[in-house]
């Protein structure tokens, strides 16, 4: 029963709509953003003792979230393939045992598109902000090409440091890979080796992408999400009564007049 009981009080944290929960998601959240500050901070110094204990202390925090989530999964080994879970063993792996410096410990920050993709964690935004309701398409956009920077940028330093005199920080990482995201190329950092340039191409390929993504729902006009019942259409005018696809009447729910 006891047992029964913990994971039932579990349950509740990851998924429930208490007070407590939804600040434990919260607090997730302001977790991995605060490994993320630390990661770039931390390029700025020696990898010594005190960054090595931070990082481990890191990773026991991200092995108790994964260990709990497993353990009231219905399906653990299940839960335990999915993309971003083995992601989380490497990170704690990196952290906890390692090797050379941080090692793989970049991918921590893959764990924030994790918890922005999480249905009970957009379920909460849109509960409690109204500016995240209305613009919830493009700050998901936007938020994605952000952790593709972040990602990018952590990769990249990762990857050079050691090996290219022209990346010595996180900042000189990051100023390569906006350079190269927007295909500007000023060319006084360029990435050495055939895993620096491999690295560079997808981040041009990629980096476009998101880009056009992004400007594209930026400028186009602003929907919302609405399923008509005959059609099945998802995206509508705010101020939409019928359905522009089929006809159908709409009752899409209103705040009122602004």
């Given at each position: 029963m006891t047992e029964l009981r913990a994971k039932a009080r579990l349950r509740e944290l990851y998924s429930g709509r208490s007070v407590v929960a939804v600040r434990f998601r919260y607090t997730l959240l302001a977790f991995d953003l605060t490994t993320i500050i630390f990661l770039i901070a931390s390029s700025f110094f020696d990898y010594g003792r005190f960054i090595m204990l931070v990082d481990a202390l890191f990773g026991v925090i991200i092995l108790a979230d994964l260990a709990a989530r497993l353990w009231i999964s219905k399906h653990p080994l299940r839960e335990m393939l999915r993309l971003f879970n083995v992601i989380d063993v490497l990170v704690v792996i990196s952290l906890i045992?390692?090797?050379?410096?941080?090692?793989?410990?970049?991918?921590?920050?893959?764990?924030?598109?994790?918890?922005?993709?999480?249905?009970?964690?957009?379920?909460?935004l849109r509960r409690d902000f109204q500016f995240f309701r209305d613009r919830e398409v493009t700050i998901k956009a936007a938020l994605n090409l952000v952790c593709f920077i972040f990602f990018t940028t952590a990769l990249v330093f990762e990857q050079q440091r050691g090996i290219n005199p022209d990346i010595r920080n996180y900042v000189d990482a990051a100023y390569f890979t906006i350079a190269a995201l927007t295909t500007t190329g000023f060319g006084d950092v360029t990435l050495v080796g055939q895993a620096g340039k491999l690295i560079s191409i997808a981040i041009m390929i990629f980096g476009v992408s998101l880009f056009l993504r992004l400007v594209q729902v930026v400028l186009r006009p602003t929907k919302v999400e609405y399923a008509c019942t005959h059609c099945g259409l998802m995206r509508h005018d705010r101020d939409a009564v019928h359905c522009k696809a089929c006809g159908n009447l709409l009752a899409i729910p209103d705040e009122g007049i602004d």
């Open positions: 045992l390692p090797l050379t410096g941080e090692g793989m410990a970049f991918l921590r920050v893959v764990r924030m598109l994790r918890l922005l993709q999480s249905h009970q964690i957009l379920k909460q």
